[in-house]
Structure formats: structure tokens, C-alpha cells
């Protein structure tokens, strides 16, 4: 707010048209510093903007309540916690082959956001010791993300490993030379962390599955790196399977080399995780710009309303708040309630759960409030 009665956004930003897929991309995610809060400007003075101002302001809302997260929940910390672990016990010499990891969970658990927030940590801690560049010369690239499609080779692979260095070569090449090359780049940058998403998209069992299972083998035996798998139902594709048959002993070994790491949703049946579950919707109260909010505004007023409608689930939680603020700013209302959130569309999964959800917290309740017989 400046004395003529306007609104500036200060340093707010906006991450437009990155993909993660490209160092560049990558490289703008893990540096950018922290986004800017909108200041809450009181009713009065909002209501007194100009029109461009407080189009402005709401367009600075609009864009930071679709930015809240990532929240440092429980689960995440957890996650943290056991990924700087592995990846900081990886220090093997050349000759020794680097533990994988495979965050291995449900949709809309926020895998993805926590394993990119740890990457972004990864990489800053990196850069700021070793510097921005390698002794070579090279730019330094801690972390380079692949993500998979359902059609995804050893060919594939190594092109899209290639094509977030942007080498000139990710055109035109065999699989074997492809592969030097994003060798020769992870070695060149200083790559220590391999991200690949979406690992649920190719089929273990088929001949593809055991064939990019084998080259997984060979990037950890030769590559300096550590891998990080991120995907859906992981154990049951096949990624940890035994067996007598050769393909299952192939990605036996993979599973033998790699731990299997989860997210777990939110629950009420506990009093931990009850306070967990409050602790995150206090946490969110705090995050929002609408001049209605107050304390307790989720936290108390929509404690279970919250919890039915996303399943305990932060994904779907994170999507309706977020359509819900918008909806607010939008409408004028300013505040969040069942009354307008009722009326906000979130993701099929959660909506088709929310009566079984709710009779379970009935049952949960029932349980909890049931007094034991007093002896006389």
C-alpha cells in the first residue's frame, strides 16, 4: 500500500512456463526465494483501492492462495528425515553401487511436492557448497529430474536424461551412446541425485520393465548418483518382486538395492492424530489473505467438515482450500464455511469417499465418548 492509495506487489513472482524436465526449468524451482505473503490490508482500506489496485491485490491473492503449500507436515518431515539419511550415507567410493529410494504411496499425498521440496533442499545445500560452478568450469547441477511416460525404453530414458541438459546430441544416437552422454553430463555437472517420477508408468513385469529394471542397475553401478523413484503402487507393479524366474530375479535385485519409503494420509481415530490434523489447519488459517478469516476459521469451525470432504488426504485438502479462496476473494464472502466450500468441486476419488469417511468418524466418535460401567 503505498500513500496514493494504491497496492504494489512488492517482490511477488510467479514461476510461468518452467518445466522441471529442463535444468532451466529446474534450476529457476530451487532457487527462487520465498514467496511473499499479500499483506492483509484491513476491510476499510481495501474497499478504498482503485479499481487497477485492487484488481491487482486480488490477482496477488489469486496467485498465492494457488501457491500455499508445501506444508511441512508430519509426514514430510518424516520423509525428509529418512531421504537425507540415504542420500547423505551414499558417499561411496566409485567402485561400490549407491542405495536407491522409492517413495511408493497413494495419490494425493503430496509424494511428489515432498520429494521436490527435498530436491530443492538437496540442491541448495550443494550450491552452497560447492559453489555455482564445478572445478571443471561446468554449471553445477546437483539434481536432474526425469519423467516418465508409459512407453518409456532404455532409449527414452537416456534421450530424457539428455534432453534436461540440453545436449546437443538427444536427437540422434544409439541407446549405448546416449547413455555416455548424460554420463558424461552427470559427471561433467556434478550430478549426486537422480529424480525419476512417474515410475508407476512403465509395466515390471513386461520385457520393457526388465529392461529399463537392468538400466537401472547399470546408471547406479556407474553413475555417481543416487536414484529416487517416485510413483503409484510401486511393490505391486513388480519393482520388489522375488521370484525363481529370471525376470523376477532381475528386479529382485533391484529390490534387494532399493528402500521403499511412504506417505500416510491423516486420521482421526488418535489423539496424536488429531492434533496433527488441527496443528496443519492452523498452520493453513495462517496462510490465508481473506479479510473474514479468524482463528479457528478451519481448525475448530470445519475440523471434521475438512477431513470428510479430502479423506485425510493434504492433496485434496490443498485443492479445495485453495478453489474455496478463490471462490471467496471472487464472490466477496471473504471467509471459508460449508456453506460455500459445499458448493466447491474437488477430485472424484475424494468425493466418492465422503460417506464412508463420515460414518467412520461417527463410529470413531461413538467409540470415543462411550463411558466404561462404574463399579459399585
Known amino acids: 500500500m503505498n500513500n496514493e492509495g494504491t497496492w504494489t506487489p512488492g517482490d511477488a513472482h510467479r514461476l510461468d512456463a518452467l518445466t522441471l524436465s529442463r535444468k532451466e526449468g529446474w534450476a529457476a524451482f530451487a532457487e527462487a526465494g520465498p514467496r511473499s505473503q499479500p499483506e492483509l490490508l484491513p476491510r476499510g482500506q481495501y474497499v478504498a483501492l482503485g479499481e487497477s489496485a485492487r484488481a491487482e491485490y486480488d490477482r496477488a491473492r489469486r496467485i498465492w492462495h494457488a501457491n500455499l503449500g508445501p506444508l511441512r507436515t508430519p509426514q514430510l ?51 552452497a557448497e560447492g559453489g555455482a560452478f564445478t572445478a571443471g568450469g561446468h554449471e553445477r547441477l546437483p539434481v536432474c529430474r526425469v519423467g516418465l511416460t508409459g512407453n518409456t525404453g532404455m532409449k527414452d530414458f537416456n534421450r530424457a536424461m539428455l534432453e534436461f541438459f540440453g545436449h546437443p546430441g538427444r536427437t540422434i544416437g544409439t541407446t549405448a551412446q546416449f547413455a555416455q552422454r548424460a554420463l558424461d553430463c552427470v559427471l561433467s555437472c556434478d550430478v549426486k541425485l537422480l529424480v525419476v517420477d512417474d515410475l508407476h508408468f512403465l509395466r515390471w513385469r513386461a520385457t520393457g520393465g526388465v529392461e529399463v529394471s537392468n538400466h537401472f542397475k547399470y546408471v547406479a553401478n556407474e553413475f555417481p548418483v543416487t536414484l529416487l523413484f517416485v510413483g503409484v503402487g510401486l511393490a505391486k507393479r513388480g519393482l520388489f518382486a522375488e521370484g525363481e524366474s529370471y525376470d523376477n530375479a532381475v528386479l529382485a535385485q533391484t529390490g534387494r538395492r532399493t528402500t521403499r519409503l511412504d506417505m500416510g494420509s491423516f486420521e482421526l481415530a488418535t489423539d496424536q492424530g488429531r492434533s496433527q490434523w488441527r496443528q496443519l489447519l492452523l498452520g493453513l488459517e495462517k ?50 464455511d460449508e456453506d460455500l466450500l459445499s458448493r466447491v468441486k474437488i477430485d472424484q476419488a475424494a468425493h466418492l469417499a465422503q460417506d464412508d469417511v463420515r460414518n467412520l468418524l461417527k463410529g470413531q466418535r461413538s467409540r470415543r465418548t462411550r463411558q466404561p460401567a462404574v463399579r459399585r
Open 287 to 336: 496462510r490465508l489473505v481473506l479479510h473474514g478469516t479468524h482463528r479457528g476459521m478451519l481448525a475448530d469451525d470445519l475440523f471434521d467438515y475438512l477431513f470428510i470432504r479430502s479423506s485425510g488426504h493434504i492433496g485434496s485438502l490443498m485443492t479445495l482450500i485453495n478453489r474455496g479462496c478463490q471462490r471467496a476473494v471472487r464472490t466477496g464472502t471473504e471467509r471459508l
Open 77 to 127: 518431515a518424516d520423509l525428509h528425515e529418512d531421504l537425507w539419511d540415504i542420500v547423505d550415507s551414499n558417499q561411496h567410493d566409485g567402485d561400490k553401487a549407491k542405495g536407491a529410494v522409492a517413495v511408493d504411496a497413494f495419490p494425493g499425498l503430496g509424494k511428489t511436492t515432498a520429494v521436490l521440496a527435498f530436491a530443492r533442499d538437496f540442491h541448495r545445500r550443494e550450491i
